[in-house]
């Protein structure tokens, strides 16, 4: 069965770098593209970008364009999101959502970001 | 690009039924059929409901429904049950490798 397992909770204070990562299991890890995806506390999910694991192409939402890189790794098939110049509004859950057609169908359990001086 | 339009909260009593909506642009739920739903409890991830509008994943009860009239997309939950209680996204398809959630909808089964 598909197996998302992400990187445990990281604490960073403002203007660090955190990177979070996703390794995927259960299934062929070229044939998906992968999803990162975060939420606030008390705040709803918010899209952050999307890579394709075969070329290694990344799009990003406008809201983290110049912040954030996508990488993956396909000899450990494990996916990684690193996001620069923390602030105190990137304290979220950072998932990783395995990319069906046009939709989520597998979800990492999620890593807590916690940005605090 | 600007959030999906959910309500803040819905309610229902055992056995009814309920539906949430999730109104968006021609430039995203109006232009495609690429329309999902998620399902997450607290401290849980999402979980897949329904994609491409109106599909169901292998093992979702078929008392959850999608459906989509222009730019508004519709998640209706028939014979509500308590484990339903839960919080409810809607996402959309927007172009151009993007993708856009609505703000959320909190289901509260009475």
């Known amino acids: 069965q598909v197996q998302l397992v992400q990187s445990g909770a990281e604490v960073k204070k403002p203007g660090a770098s955190v990177k979070v990562s996703c390794k995927a299991s259960g299934y062929t890890f070229t044939s998906n593209y992968m999803h990162w995806v975060r939420q606030a506390p008390g705040h709803g999910l918010e899209w952050m970008g999307i890579i394709n694991p075969s070329g290694g192409t990344t799009y990003s939402s406008q809201n983290f364009q110049g912040r954030v890189t996508m990488t993956r790794d396909t000899s450990t098939n494990t996916f990684s999101m690193e996001m620069s110049s923390l602030r105190f509004e990137d304290t979220a859950v950072y998932y990783c959502g395995r990319a069906g057609s046009n939709h989520f169908d597998n979800w990492g359990q999620g890593t807590l970001v916690t940005v605090s001086s | 690009q600007s959030a999906l339009t959910q309500p803040r909260s819905v309610s229902g009593s055992p056995g009814q039924s309920v539906t949430i909506s999730c109104t968006g642009t021609?430039?995203?739920?109006?232009?495609?059929?690429?329309v999902s739903w998620y399902q997450q409890h607290p401290g849980k991830a999402p979980k897949l409901m329904i994609y491409?509008?109106?599909e169901r994943p292998s093992g979702v009860p078929d008392r959850f429904s999608g459906s989509k009239s222009g730019n508004t997309a519709s998640l209706t939950i028939s014979g509500l049950q308590a484990e339903d209680e839960a919080d409810y996204y809607c996402?959309?398809?927007?172009?151009?490798?993007?993708?856009?959630f609505g703000g959320g909808t909190k289901l509260t089964v009475l």
């Open positions: 021609s430039s995203d739920v109006g232009g495609y059929t690429y």
């Open positions: 996402c959309s398809y927007a172009g151009s490798f993007n993708w856009v």
């Open positions: 491409d509008v109106i």
